[in-house]
């Protein structure tokens, strides 16, 4: 799968949370807390990292994935883990 460009990143990320939660991915806005306003649960996570990792080909280690609270956090993270 190629690499998506900086303005497709974010709605792909979006797809995927909406996925994982089973919600529509416009309600995965950016600025979302994935627990606080999504109800998303450690299991959840777990997904999500899996499904982001396999989607971009990234690595996302235990302590990034600790870090992450809003949507916009885990595309900042895919994207800098895809530039180094």
Do not use: C, H, N, W
Request: aromatic fraction near 2%.
């Amino acid at each position: 799968m190629p690499t998506p460009g900086p303005e497709a990143l974010p709605a792909q990320v979006r797809e995927i949370v909406g996925s994982i939660l089973g919600i529509s991915p416009d309600k995965a806005r950016g600025d979302v807390a994935l627990v606080a306003d999504l109800g998303a649960t450690s299991l959840d996570f777990v997904e999500l990292v899996m499904a982001v990792e396999d989607r971009f080909g990234v690595e996302i280690s235990d302590t990034e994935a600790d870090r992450l609270v809003t949507v916009d956090d885990v595309v900042a993270l895919v994207d800098r883990s895809r530039t180094k």
